[in-house]
């Protein structure tokens, strides 16, 4: 493995995590338990919804949220393209079919609502939008234009636990993955909160919840734990479901990473405050966002290399100074896959296209120091001196 001097991210655990892992353990209750219960109500409560379900992934989250909202065969269902291919994909095990819809622009890199306009036909279902980087879709115009033309919202808030848009009120406010039909969300390891893999789908609605409790368990009536507490001695199979459970070990990670979300968020509204302040006079370097009005979580921290900049130099040259790097994310549109069943292209998405192309995102977790902040900057401005138009 490589010894980075600054990796691109850092799990952020501690004794008190290894100690709830340790009290699953010696409990010998490993499977979906108690303990996921603890947890699910504690996600519940925080978000202020009435239902949520642990999950083995953000990705089996966003298949439930397809299967329950009755995607099926032809169904259009738009999504951006920049983004995690799993946010695509969940809609395509079902038999859907992904119409792209662009990005607003360098600004702004989430799904366009005047692009999803354009793109609705009479085939169209649903809506699966992604909170780029923690950073809140214009809900309020795609929210419109969903109950205009009778379509389901699946946000996907893999990168935005904790992070919230105003409701209205003077000092209200309504927490991201709790304002379309689900909200599925993404504890891998290098989230805003980790349990190494895990995901958690969250609804207001009943029937749905309802659905959603027996598919992420092979359809089942009954769970192991009802039948142990003595509730159930058999079960009956009402629909074809799925093995998505999530188990004790990691429901009792959530437990503590949820308790400190806040505060996790909070130094990565730090950092990234710092890191835009010494980014401001870099030449050729923009950082998207800036306009934001709202509460993020803080994800990522994506910046823009001017279009003479060689990307691959860059971030050869960071690896050089021992500074991990990624890109978040290449257009999914454009992969191999989606080329050669579905027939996309080039220039059928220009804005995300164009970012794509430039995006580098540098290593932020609540971890990271302004010492070694102040370190990545130096070694961006050094390559900007006279390395970056090569």
């Not at 998505?244 to 130094?267: C, F, P, T, W």
């Not at 130099?313 to 454009?334: C, D, E, N, R, W």
């Not at 130096?378 to 900007?384: D, F, G, T």
Request: aromatic share 10%.
């Amino acid at each position: 493995m490589n010894k980075w001097k600054i990796p691109f991210s850092n799990l952020e655990i501690d004794a008190e995590e290894q100690a709830a892992v340790i009290k699953v353990m010696a409990s010998k209750w490993l499977t979906m338990g108690e303990v996921t219960e603890q947890f699910e109500t504690a996600f519940a409560d925080f978000l202020d919804v009435p239902y949520a379900f642990a999950v083995s992934s953000c990705s089996s989250a966003l298949h439930l949220a397809n299967v329950a909202l009755g995607v099926g065969e032809g169904d259009e269902v738009i999504c951006p393209s920049l983004s995690f291919v799993a946010t695509v994909n969940s809609a395509l095990y079902c038999g859907g079919k992904v119409v792209f819809a662009d990005i607003t622009g360098d600004e702004n890199l989430n799904i366009s609502p005047a692009d999803i306009r354009k793109k609705i036909t009479p085939s169209t279902k649903g809506i699966i939008l992604m909170h780029y980087a923690g950073y809140a879709c214009h809900m309020q115009e795609i929210l419109k234009i969903a109950r205009q033309h009778s379509l389901f919202v699946i946000e996907d808030a893999a990168h935005a636990p904790g992070a919230a848009i105003s409701n209205g009120t003077v000092a209200g406010e309504v927490k991201l993955g709790t304002l379309g039909d689900v909200g599925c969300f993404s504890f891998f390891s290098n989230k805003n909160m980790s349990t190494g893999e895990g995901g958690m789908l969250v609804t207001k609605r009943k029937e749905l919840a309802d659905k959603i409790k027996r598919l992420r368990s092979h359809g089942m009536t009954a769970l192991t734990l009802e039948r142990h507490r003595g509730h159930a001695h058999s079960y009956d199979v009402t629909a074809l479901g799925y093995n998505y459970r999530l188990d004790e070990i990691r429901s009792a990670m959530g437990i503590v990473q949820l308790k400190k979300l806040g505060r996790h968020n909070s130094a990565r509204k730090k950092l990234v405050e710092y890191y835009r302040r010494k980014l401001a006079g870099v030449a050729d370097i923009s950082v998207p966002f800036k306009e934001f009005k709202g509460k993020s979580a803080y994800h990522l921290l994506p910046i823009l290399l001017d279009h003479k900049i060689k990307r691959d130099g860059f971030i050869g040259y960071m690896k050089s100074k021992g500074i991990q790097t990624s890109v978040h994310y290449p257009a999914i549109h454009l992969f191999s896959y989606f080329r050669d069943k579905y027939g996309f292209s080039e220039g059928q998405l220009p804005k995300t296209e164009a970012v794509a192309r430039r995006l580098v995102t540098l290593p932020l977790y609540p971890s990271l120091t302004f010492k070694q902040v102040d370190y990545i900057i130096s070694e961006i401005k050094n390559y900007m001196k006279g390395r970056g138009i090569r």
